[in-house]
Structure formats: C-alpha cells, structure tokens
C-alpha cells in the first residue's frame, strides 16, 4: 500500500512509465529466458548458432543504446518510448511466427533495438518529469522492474505447458497493449535544442566529461554484480539445493525485499549524507553479498540448509542495489545540460553492457577455473573483489570533488496535497 500511495503522488507520465517498466520487464522475462532452449530443442539448432542469434539480440541492444539516447533528446523521448516498444511488440512476434535464422535474426536485432530505443528514453523522461523527487522516482521504477522480473518468469513457465509460440504471442501482446497506453496516455513534451550542430557534437561533448566516465568506469562493479542474479546466484541455490527450480527463490527474495524497504531506504537515506557515500556504501554491500555464498561453497551434499547462505547472499544483494540504484540514476542527468540527459543514459548504458559483457566473461572464467580445481569459492570472491574495487573507485570520485553536487534537500508534500495526485 505504501508504494501505492507514493505513486499517487507523482504525475501521470510518472506513473504510466511505472506501469511500463512492469510490462516491459514481465514480457521480457517469460519469453528471454526460455529462448535457448526453444532454439536448441524445439528447434534443434547447434550451441553455436544459438549462441549467435542471443548476442546478436544482446549486441543489438547494448550497443545502440547511444542511439536511443540521442534520439531522445532530439526527436523526444515520449515517440522513442512508443516506437521501441512497437519494435519489441514486431521482435517477439517474430519469434512466435518465425522457425527459419533469417526470421529469428531479424526479430533479435528488432528486439535488441527496441529495449535500445527505450530504456534510455524511460529513464530521461522519468528524470525530467519527477523533478526534485528523481530519487524517489527511480526508487520506485526499481521496485516495479524487480516485480516484473519475477512475474514474467512465473508466467513464462506456465504458457511454456502449452508451447513456446504462445509465451511469444502472449509477451508480444503485453508490449502491444503498453504501445497503445503510450500513444494514448503519455503526454508529449516540447523538445529543447541542444545547442550542438548535430549528434556527433552531443556524443563528443558526453564523452568530453571526463568525469562522467570515470563515474560510469566506477560503476562496473554494480552492473557485473547485478548480472549475477542470472548467473552465479541461480547456479549457486541449484547446486545447494540440487532442485533446479531453486533459481526462482532468489527472485523471489528480491521481490519480497524491494516491495518491503526500497522506498523506506531511500527516502531515509537521501538526507543522511552526500548521495555518493551511499552509492559507495551500496556498492560495498552487493560485495560483500558474495561472502557467504563464498564460505559454504562446497561444503557437503547438497540440502535446503546449505541454501542459507546463497538466500541471504541474494538479500545482501538486492539491498546494495537498493541503497546505490536510485541514486546513480538521480546522478547521472546532473553530470550535463538537461537537453543531453537522454544522451547521458545512453553511453551509460553502452559503457555498462561492456562492463557487464566483459564482468560475467570473468566471473564464468573463475566458475570454470575453481570448478576444475576444487576452489568452489573463487567466483564468489571474485564478485567481492569487483563490488569492493568499484566501491573504493567512487568514493575516490567523491572525495576529489568530482561527483555533481547533491540537489537541494526539501520536504515532499503529501500524495493527497498535491494537485496532480
């Protein structure tokens, strides 16, 4: 009820754009995690051609991101939101519709470049309409992007009884209904000039502020870590627990954990110190969530008892994310002028996609290697060290001053005091 009433007290465009992350994320998760395996066994395609079409998805996305940005920022981010999720909404079509490489190829580069288009677009928007209450706000996004990330899974594996096709149709149906809501709902903004000569101006101006790329650099710990949560946790409450359903417990802690502290944890926090602390102190909490998992790994036999320490590894993780997420994306706008704030996000999020590509190369490096050699704690430790490195690395940016200063603190009024609530 809580996060109910705190939605209320943000405008429409805010609250639409919550709805949509809790579709976008519902419809990706029940057909993307159960790709793979339509392409290897329903399909009966090689590991290698598989491999292509998930990073052909994976490079379609990550590496556009800059565009979706700049198109934010200069055609508006209200029909980059629309557009990307009409995109997504042909993709996942596709996938339903399409049995041949050439088909599945193009619906991942149409999916790749649709969360491209969007995401960075959302999260300008989001920044620019919740004004002074950007915290809260991203608070709030992140509480419904984790519920997505739960129900989608769920739902997937129940339309997976009935086949794949219809977890497809049902995910391409969910994207076109938030493109309709969009269109219909979202209210347009005026666009304002960036001043720049074009959109190479803007990418070198962005890529000028040596700053914000020593602060996206830092950040390479937060998203390796949060890619765990499909990689090394997943694996890890599987092997604790020998049931192969035990993945689903971790995002289900997640969940719990978000609906329950998000908003109380920022809120408390974004008065108590300089937003960078809490970014570094959240930083060195998803690291140390890796010490747990990382004392009992290989202990004995496998038991619901052994899961304990993974479990509380996953709730020490998404309270790190907890207490850094909202406050890295508050911080990134203010690095620049607010009309390069799309173009922010977006080589961001390219710098974060290589960070996480080249972070979970490591991590699957050190699972392999403490596998053939009996360390079965060495990926856990590695994940500390990257949690630890990137916590020392912003709190560095911070005491040298070159973090943007923390908005003025003021008090919010009440959701039933506000006229737009």
Request: hydrophobic content about 55%; aromatic content about 8%.
């Amino acid at each position: 009820m809580r996060t109910w009433r705190e939605m209320r007290g943000f405008p429409l465009a805010v609250r639409l754009l919550l709805v949509n992350q809790l579709g976008v994320n519902t419809g990706f998760y029940l057909l993307i995690p159960y790709l793979a395996t339509h392409l290897g066994e329903n399909l009966g395609m090689s590991a290698a051609v598989v491999g292509i079409v998930l990073g052909v998805r994976t490079l379609s996305q990550q590496g556009l991101f800059i565009i979706g940005g700049s198109a934010s920022d200069r055609l508006g981010a209200r029909g980059v939101i629309i557009a990307g999720c009409a995109l997504r909404t042909v993709g996942f079509g596709l996938f339903a519709l399409g049995d041949g490489l050439p088909v599945l190829l193009a619906a991942s580069v149409l999916s790749g470049l649709a969360g491209a288009l969007f995401n960075p677009a959302v999260r300008a928007y989001l920044a620019q309409e919740a004004g002074d209450r950007k915290a809260e706000a991203f608070a709030l996004f992140n509480v419904f992007a984790t519920t997505g990330a739960l129900i989608g899974p769920l739902l997937g594996s129940v339309l997976l009884l009935v086949d794949f096709r219809t977890s497809a149709l049902t995910a391409a149906g969910i994207f076109a209904v938030l493109t309709v809501a969009q269109a219909l709902v979202l209210p347009a903004r005026k666009v304002e000039p960036s001043g720049n000569s074009g959109v190479l101006a803007d990418w070198r101006e962005v890529l000028g502020n040596r700053a914000f790329l020593a602060f996206a650099l830092a950040m390479v710990g937060m998203f390796t870590l949060e890619n765990q949560l499909y990689l090394l946790l997943p694996a890890g409450a599987r092997e604790a627990t020998g049931w192969e359903g035990a993945a689903g417990i971790v995002f289900l802690v997640g969940t719990v954990a978000n609906l329950a502290l998000q908003l109380r944890i920022t809120r408390s926090l974004k008065s108590r110190g300089p937003r960078a602390r809490w970014i570094a102190i959240g930083l060195a909490v998803m690291g140390v969530a890796f010490l747990p998992p990382a004392l009992s790994a290989g202990a004995g036999s496998p038991g619901w008892a052994d899961a304990g320490p993974v479990l509380l590894g996953a709730l020490l993780l998404y309270l790190g994310v907890m207490i850094a997420s909202p406050f890295v994306m508050e911080l990134i706008p203010r690095f620049g002028r607010s009309e390069l704030t799309g173009t922010y996000f977006g080589i961001f999020y390219v710098m974060s996609g290589i960070a996480a590509a080249v972070g979970n190369t490591v991590v699957g490096w050190a699972m392999d290697t403490g596998e053939n050699a009996g360390h079965a704690w060495l990926p856990w430790l590695c994940c500390t060290a990257f949690g630890l490195t990137s916590a020392a690395g912003v709190a560095r940016l911070h005491r040298r001053g070159a973090l943007p200063a923390d908005p003025a603190t003021t008090t919010p009024a009440r959701p039933e005091e506000r006229s737009n609530a």
